[in-house]
């Protein structure tokens, strides 16, 4: 037997009024996702312009498809999909920011040293300076919670190229952090 939470039903009434067209539905729905689908996409894309329109595309799209929705899934998680696969064709629309798997820069072995202290801002600083591919291989598998294997399939790349980007990015933003320390 499987045991509902009472949220799950709050939710699952919201949503079956959002199916028939309620617009204070759809609003409630807007407003308890959108700081979330907006730092989802930010987190991909880097800019709070671009960022902004995938959220409202994004919503556009998932209300216009409600009708499919099961609601056997939890609305966030169908929701984040949408963004996250949105966020990823702004990204592939601009290649001439993007680095393909040839140009990316192999950097050398960096050692973690045990003393360094990772504060939150100069992290998240420090993964926005990555390069698209790094960054998002690692805001999918750190952050989301995708298997290489599911990033993979999601950015049309092979896992072992998924795996390569994601080690990458963590050698960069050592790296990264330790130029900031040595600029302080």
Known sequence: MKLITKPKIIEDSIINRCKKGDN??????????????????????????????????????????ISNFENEAAFGSWLKRVVINHSIDILKKKKNNSISIDQLEIIEEIEEPNDIKYDIETVKKCIQELPDGYRIVLTLYLFEDYSHKEIANTLNISEST???????????????????????
């Open 24 to 65: 204070i539905a759809f609003e409630e729905i807007y407003n308890k996702y959108k700081k979330a689908m907006l730092n989802l996409s930010y987190r991909f894309l880097n800019r709070t312009e671009d960022a902004n329109d995938v959220l409202q595309e994004s919503f556009i799209k998932a209300f216009q498809n």
């Open 162 to 184: 998924s795996k390569s980007q994601y080690n990458r990015a963590k050698k960069k933003i050592i790296q990264l952090i330790q130029d900031k320390k040595l600029d302080i």
